[in-house]
């Protein structure tokens, strides 16, 4: 096996192929189509992964965040439209929720109120600015669980074929 390296501040890339215990050569071998010395350049940012390859990371790593960073962080325009999420425990995800959720509920008539003429005044903008960022927290918190869904589907924590049939039977 190859000796480990020393690098310090080793990209998230890096990182995470080095916890699956992977050489860059097996690593290649996995990943099937990026070729040990495309790995190198990225694992070094001498080069940013492309869409593709980030995909191809991710399943075959088992670690669908790789996504999330990628388009939060590397991605010209996800930089600007993409939070970054952070894996966190069912439960903490399940407890932010449920607090958005609830200072959502007690801001609903105001949001009525402020949206009814189709304007927002002068004298509504403070509170319409709480209630818009008490709804991005919202959102977060959904892509955090549905990150966190990806990764307990990836790692087999949650049986992939159960999960799309009861997805399928719920449409039906």
């Given at each position: 096996?190859?000796?480990?390296?020393?690098?310090?501040?080793?990209?998230?890339?890096?990182?995470?192929?080095?916890?699956?215990?992977?050489?860059?050569?097996?690593?290649?071998?996995?990943?099937?189509?990026?070729?040990?010395?495309?790995?190198?350049?990225?694992?070094?940012?001498?080069?940013?992964?492309?869409?593709?390859?980030?995909?191809?990371m991710a399943e075959k790593y088992q670690k669908p965040s790789l996504c999330n960073f990628y388009c939060a962080r590397?991605?010209?325009?996800?930089?600007?439209?993409?939070?970054?999420?952070?894996?966190?425990?069912?439960?903490?995800?399940?407890?932010?929720?449920?607090?958005?959720?609830?200072?959502?509920?007690?801001?609903?008539?105001?949001?009525?109120?402020?949206?009814?003429?189709?304007?927002?005044?002068?004298?509504?903008?403070?509170?319409?600015?709480?209630?818009?960022?008490e709804l991005e927290r919202i959102s977060i918190t959904v892509e955090t669980l549905q990150l966190w869904s990806?990764?307990?589907?990836?790692?087999?924590?949650?049986?992939?074929?159960?999960?799309?049939?009861?997805?399928?039977?719920?449409?039906?």
């Amino acid at each position: 096996m190859a000796r480990a390296s020393t690098k310090k501040n080793k990209n998230i890339y890096h990182t995470t192929r080095e916890s699956l215990h992977l050489t860059r050569e097996a690593a290649s071998e996995l990943l099937e189509t990026i070729s040990p010395e495309r790995i190198e350049k990225i694992e070094n940012e001498r080069s940013l992964p492309n869409p593709d390859e980030v995909l191809i990371m991710a399943e075959k790593y088992q670690k669908p965040s790789l996504c999330n960073f990628y388009c939060a962080r590397q991605c010209p325009i996800g930089q600007q439209y993409v939070p970054e999420i952070k894996i966190k425990d069912l439960s903490q995800i399940v407890l932010e929720m449920l607090a958005s959720l609830n200072a959502m509920n007690k801001k609903k008539e105001r949001l009525i109120e402020i949206t009814a003429d189709g304007k927002i005044s002068n004298d509504e903008l403070e509170d319409f600015i709480f209630i818009q960022e008490e709804l991005e927290r919202i959102s977060i918190t959904v892509e955090t669980l549905q990150l966190w869904s990806e990764q307990m589907l990836a790692t087999g924590v949650i049986d992939p074929e159960q999960y799309r049939a009861c997805q399928n039977s719920r449409k039906a």
